[in-house]
Every structure is written in C-alpha cells, then in structure tokens.
C-alpha cells in the first residue's frame, strides 16, 4: 500500500523489542516482536535457567486496536533448556502480558472486561467481532466465581434478600452483600436457595476472624435467614428491615382504602362519589408530602369515611416512631403504645401487622439502635433485576456471580485511569 505517515507508539508490551509491522488489505496491523528477556524458570525444578535452547511456534494474539486498525501481536516465544534436572527438560519463557492459553493479550482482555460492564457479551461480541464463548473464557480467566476472603475490605454490616431467576417462577436464590464503612457494597455470595441449611453451610464458610467482625445482619422476615445467623453469628444483631415492616402495615390501610372506596361507591350518588376520584396516591403519600389539592381531596374522601381517616393518621403515627425514636427502648415502648391504641379503637385493616408484631418486634426494634436498614441491599437487588432483563437472564449462578462483581468493581479493577 503507499507510503503514509506515521508516528512512534507505546505498545504497553513489557521486556519485548519490534522486529517488523504489517498492514494488511483487511485494516489489520501485524506487529511481529521478539523477547528481550534472556532467562526463563525451569517448568520442573523451578530454578532460573539461561541456555537457549530455540524458539517455539509462533503465536499471534489480538491486542488493542489502534487507529481503526485490528492489532496482532506475532511473537516466536524462546525456549530454555534446564542444567539442574537430570533429562534436561526444556521450558517455553512465559510473558507477563499474556496467558499461555489466551488468544488476547492482557491489555486486550482488560478493554473487553471494561466493555462489558452493565453491558452483554452479545453486545461486546458484535462491537469487537469475537464469539460469545471467547469473551467468557475472558471472563473465567479475570473474574472469579466465589469470594477471595483475601481481598474483601473489613466490614460489620451485611444483607440477605432474594431474587428469582425466572419472573413469575419461585426458584429465589440468596444475594449476601457487605456494606463497607465508607456505604459502597462488596458481593460476598450468590447461593442456590434460601434455606437454613444453604444460609448456614455458607456462614460457616466465612474465616473465623471475619465472621467476629460481623455486627449487624439486615434482612426480612425471613425465617431460615434469622435462625442460620443466630445459630451460626449469635453476637450479631439482627435487623428486620423497616422498609419491609412499613410495606406490611401499609398494605393494611390499603386494604381498607379498597373496601371503603367500593362501600362508598355503591352508597352515595354518582355527583357526590366524585369525590372519590384520584385519591389513591394522594392516600399513599405521606402527610407532609401532600399538596393543597391533595389534601383537599383526602379531607373530602375522610368526610365519607371516618375508619379511612383513622387508618390513615395511625399509619402515619406509626412512621413517625420509626423516623424518630432514638432508642431501642424508646422505640419498643412507642410501638406497643400505638398497638394499644390501635386494639382500642373499631379497625380491623391491621389485625394481619399486629400478629406479625408479635412475632418479630424484638428484631424490628433492633432498628432503633444504629438506624440499619436493608435499603443498600433492595437497591441493589434492583440493580440484579436491570442486569437480568439486559442479559435476557443469567441462570448459571457462577456467571451470575461474576457478571455482578464485574459491575460493581470493573472500573476499579480493569479502568487504567
């Protein structure tokens, strides 16, 4: 092809020297180099050793592109012959810059990971024309599949929830994350379900010296979850997440809310049940959220409906204590104040919460101490659901593992900047 200029750049290829280059018809730029390096370890005995002993075959590996050019990388890897072993075996010298068994370089490897963060290895495969099965042995070679205890930053808090793989399917596994000290989150496991015996196997896994840093346990009404930590993690406070007691107790006036639109649709006339109309969020929102109109049309819809409004201001009291109460004492005695008051009068809508109080008060009221809650983890979840739907599902848990961890910590890990 004719002459064009050029300019000199760094291949980031360490201990290697540039025989030739070659561009091809296709936009390909063949940079063939040899190694500078003039010793090698013994593949048996593991000492150095320098007697060259020839070359192996030459490999070609792609490497970052440049300028709309597909880069190759062609080296001709040296080969050394051992002195100390008795048949005087040979090894192949190995480069920092790829694995043996890759067909990219490192840096290549590197780029693709950082492509495929909160993407899909479909959408990757297109971008750099590679198969699917090329970019997750990328993946198996970077990313592991189960936690390094080694590398996770000290932490005391961590959550369990669950998600299905399979919308509308009950095949839930378990999610455990570690929220660090300074509020990111660290993946600790994706387990294949949620039971006592899953949670507890797994918890007894963690390294002694880790599971004693462990304080504080956020998590739902889950029975398997809070008998494996309280077996397994006894000095660990367990948190019954406030978001999820709020849904039940809310989903309580609601209920009425339904019942008394539909009385009061059948009693009053059809002029008069305009009032009803448009006042589901307004119900939903909290009081101090509410605008005029809004307020408007709930004083008119409690004209009708006396129940409705004392459901309302008892979900709002009740919302108020968790927003307020400074203490675990202070926060057990207020509740069970508001679930006197709430016998005392003619409801009904919050019979289903007040069993449930009964049973999980104690760890519910632990949310009075620091003020945990499990919404790191429910946001975090979310996170799983839109990688779900992007990847069109992932049901292997090991892929699951890893494409969640490149997510979280891929720009960290693989980012040159």
Known sequence: MPDQPTIALPLDLPDVRVLRTTVTTDRELIIAVESTLTTTTCRRCGQTISAFYGYDRPIRLRHLPSFGYVVYIEIRPKRFRCPFCDDHPTTTQRMSWYDPKALHTAAYERSLLLQLINSTIVDVCHKEDLTPDAIQGIVDRWIE?????????????????EIALKKGHRDFIAIVTA????????????????????????????????RLQIRTVCTDMWEAYVAAVREILPRAAIVIDRFHVAQHYRDGAD????????????QLPKDEAK????????????AADLETDEQARLDALFVHSPQLKAAYTFREQLTTIFDTARSKAAGLRQIRAWCRKVEASELSCFDPFLKLLDTWLDLIANYFRQRQSSGFVEGFNNKLKVLKRRCFGIYNLNHLFQRITLDLHGYRRFSPW
């Open 275 to 286: 009032v009803l109309k448009k006042t589901l969020w307004p119900f939903r929102k909290r």
């Open 255 to 266: 209920s009425l809310r339904k019942q008394e639109l539909k009385r009061l649709r059948e």
């Open 179 to 210: 929220r660090l000290p300074n509020g990111t989150l660290h993946l600790l496991a994706v387990l294949p379900d949620r039971t006592k015996e899953t949670v507890r196997t797994w918890l007894q896994s963690i390294p002694a010296s880790t």
């Open 145 to 161: 599949t189960e936690i390094d205890w080694r590398t996770v930053p000290a932490f005391s808090i961590i959550g369990m929830d």
